[in-house]
């Protein structure tokens, strides 16, 4: 919306050329989304223990501690990153851009399946909310659509093909089997974010991490020269979602304030199917699926380990794990909270780096 309204003043009024650039634009989204995150954080907090009494249900089968130390806290704070990173990115984007609406469908539409799951686990007092077939099914249909939007956006070249890491310019093209392929990203990385939900701090971070990572693919994936020099797939329009990564980062990092260790509010479905949703669908407008997997290397091994733990107990009889997804495991072991969380922050830095030396190393 800023770019639409004052680039057009520029020539009257010549620092409004700012508001050109996707690098000043994404810095400004990041620190309105952070400023309204930290302003909107407490009365809607209040406003959340006002309507959930006893707060967020807790998982009887799950780490002894957790019934003692996270009973009564609000959820459903992922409706304060949603809101913010919505409002955020209507601001800074062009409204003509695009890529800008398929984003927003994936992350209001996965938003709202999670928050008829917070809402009916509050409503049951059970960790129980909508089924998983109910959900899966949810986020298909609405994967779907974005998808077939962001095939239709993509240049010919690279309409059915998906890019691979440390080859240079090279596209594994699957023809009609690329839309399975995004669908199973999309719902796949909003579901192993999901997963990753577990401790305070834990998904938020990791979630910024991949975005920063994002951010700066899209916006050399935008660039012709950038694209060119790097040996990347230029994809005209995709420059502008670096500035939805600030938006989602800048929601993160007010968020974090009131997620960090002991939690305020936790973000809920809401937040976590939202925010993989909105990774996962960035990731398909700007062809580098596989280097998602990779950044974000953190939520596929939490999703490996609930995997890996039901399919051996189905077949053996016999736990892997001592709990998963794999940090209740380390509780299990007597990690303390923080020493998981701050362990697996150094592990997402340490893939996301692996994740940007792809770009060079082809």
């Given at each position: 919306?800023?770019?639409?309204?004052?680039?057009?003043?520029?020539?009257?009024?010549?620092?409004?050329?700012?508001?050109?650039?996707?690098?000043?634009?994404?810095?400004g989204?990041?620190?309105?989304?952070?400023?309204?995150?930290?302003?909107?954080?407490?009365?809607?907090?209040?406003?959340?223990?006002?309507?959930?009494?006893?707060?967020?249900?807790?998982r009887?089968?799950?780490?002894?501690?957790?019934?003692?130390?996270?009973?009564?806290t609000?959820?459903?704070?992922?409706?304060?990153?949603?809101g913010?990173?919505?409002?955020?990115?209507?601001?800074?984007?062009?409204?003509?851009?695009?890529?800008?609406?398929?984003?927003?469908?994936?992350?209001?539409?996965?938003?709202?399946?999670?928050?008829?799951?917070?809402?009916?686990?509050?409503?049951n007092?059970?960790?129980?909310?909508?089924?998983?077939?109910?959900?899966?099914?949810?986020?298909?249909?609405?994967?779907?659509?974005?998808?077939?939007?962001?095939?239709?956006?993509?240049?010919?070249?690279?309409?059915?093909?998906?890019?691979?890491?440390?080859?240079?310019?090279?596209?594994?093209?699957?023809?009609?089997?690329?839309?399975?392929?995004?669908?199973?990203?999309?719902?796949?990385?909003?579901?192993?974010?999901?997963?990753?939900?577990?401790?305070?701090?834990?998904?938020?971070?990791?979630?910024?991490?991949?975005?920063?990572?994002?951010?700066?693919?899209?916006?050399?994936?935008?660039?012709?020269?950038?694209?060119?020099?790097?040996?990347?797939?230029?994809?005209?329009?995709?420059?502008?979602?670096?500035?939805?990564?600030?938006?989602?980062?800048?929601?993160?990092?007010?968020?974090?304030?009131?997620?960090?260790?002991?939690?305020?509010?936790?973000?809920?479905?809401?937040?976590?199917?939202?925010?993989?949703?909105?990774?996962?669908?960035?990731?398909?407008?700007?062809?580098?699926?596989?280097?998602?997997?990779?950044?974000?290397?953190?939520?596929?091994?939490?999703?490996?380990?609930?995997?890996?733990?039901?399919a051996?107990?189905?077949?053996?009889?016999?736990?892997?794990?001592?709990?998963?997804?794999?940090?209740?495991?380390?509780?299990?072991?007597?990690w303390?909270?923080?020493?998981?969380?701050?362990?697996?922050?150094?592990?997402?830095?340490?893939?996301?780096?692996?994740?940007?030396?792809?770009?060079?190393?082809?």
């Open positions: 919306m800023f770019p639409d309204l004052l680039v057009p003043l520029a020539e009257h009024f010549q620092p409004l050329n700012l508001f050109r650039y996707l690098t000043f634009r994404t810095g989204a990041v620190m309105t989304a952070l400023l309204l995150s930290l302003c909107c954080g407490p009365a809607f907090i209040v406003w959340l223990k006002s309507h959930q009494a006893e707060g967020q249900p807790i009887q089968d799950g780490p002894e501690s957790h019934i003692l130390t996270k009973a009564g609000p959820t459903m704070g992922g409706l304060l990153i949603l913010v990173f919505v409002i955020t990115t209507l601001l800074w984007v062009p409204l003509g851009n695009a890529y800008l609406w398929p984003i927003l469908i994936v992350a209001i539409g996965f938003g709202g399946i999670g928050a008829i799951d917070d809402w009916l686990k509050l409503k007092r059970s960790s129980a909310g909508l089924r998983s077939s109910q959900k899966f099914l949810l986020q298909s249909a609405l994967a779907l659509v974005a998808i077939i939007y962001l095939v239709e956006l993509s240049p010919a070249d690279l309409r059915y093909g998906i890019a691979l890491p440390f080859l240079k310019d090279t596209l594994l093209y699957l023809s009609y089997f690329y839309i399975p392929f995004a669908l199973v990203v999309i719902v796949g990385a909003s579901n192993a974010v999901n997963l990753t939900d577990g401790l305070d701090g834990l998904a938020i971070v990791p979630v910024m991490i991949a975005a920063a990572v994002f951010a700066l693919i899209a916006y050399l994936s935008g660039n012709l020269n950038f694209a060119d020099y790097l040996q990347i797939h230029y994809i005209p329009g995709t420059g502008e979602l670096a500035v939805v990564c600030g938006a989602l980062i800048g929601a993160g990092l007010g968020f974090l304030w009131w997620n960090a260790p002991p939690a305020k509010v936790f973000m809920g479905d809401t937040g976590s199917l939202a925010l993989g949703g909105t990774l996962g669908a960035i990731s398909v407008a700007t062809r580098h699926e596989l280097v998602l997997a990779i950044t974000g290397g953190l939520f596929v091994l939490e999703t490996v380990s609930v995997i890996l733990q039901v051996s107990f189905k077949l053996t009889g016999k736990r892997i794990f001592l709990m998963a997804p794999l940090h209740h495991h380390f509780e299990k072991k007597g303390a909270e923080p020493t998981i969380v701050i362990r697996f922050w150094i592990i997402s830095v340490i893939l996301a780096l692996i994740a940007l030396s792809t770009l060079k190393l082809r």
